[in-house]
């Protein structure tokens, strides 16, 4: 059943094991269905790394923080990862995309790049321009400027991306914003 299926997935997914993410990314590869790409993706996400060491930190623990620790299938997790970040269905992408955020998987500026030229819908561009913002603010700044000239583009996100941009030209010492 389906919520047999998620529950399997969201075990394997806590199971930072070798055996478990070359069958993910193997069935990855090879399924049709977005639906599932997703969930084997979003899998994936979620063993990128192992959680650090478990310290007693008091009474209730807080939200589980993304893990921080690389362990020897972290580089074939992030490259699977990127390449699904050029996936057929866009929806995929995105969700995708999401987790990778959530869990600080590092994204390629040629891969956004390549989203960023084809897509033009505001959700999307978004996230897009979110995980800009964690890239080299020079390496960045070729496409922020095509996002702010692009007419296609919606509105907030021309000025989301002109905003982006913008922090830039802020002197180091000087976090205010330089009116425009």
Do not use: C
């Not at 869990?103 to 996230?127: G, K, S």
């Not at 897009?128 to 000239?149: F, H, N, P, T, Y």
């Amino acid at each position: 059943s389906a919520t047999t299926r998620s529950l399997a997935l969201r075990a394997l997914g806590a199971q930072a094991e070798a055996e478990i993410v070359d069958g993910l990314i193997d069935r990855l590869g090879d399924e049709p269905d977005a639906g599932r790409r997703r969930e084997y993706a979003e899998a994936l996400t979620r063993v990128y790394k192992v959680p650090a060491p478990w310290v007693y930190w008091g009474y209730r623990p807080a939200p589980r923080p993304a893990n921080t620790v690389a362990w020897g299938r972290t580089e074939q997790i992030e490259q699977m990862l990127d390449r699904m970040l050029a996936d057929s269905d866009p929806t995929v992408r995105a969700a995708i995309l999401v987790r990778m955020q959530r869990e600080q998987v590092p994204t390629r500026l040629a891969t956004l790049a390549d989203w960023l030229h084809e897509e033009y819908e505001a959700e999307r561009v978004t996230l897009i321009l979110e995980s800009l913002d964690r890239q080299s603010r020079s390496d960045a700044a070729g496409l922020l400027a095509r996002v702010v000239s692009d007419d296609g583009h919606p509105n907030e996100n021309r000025l989301a991306a002109l905003a982006q941009f913008a922090g830039d030209l802020t002197p180091p010492g000087d976090r205010r914003p330089l009116p425009l």
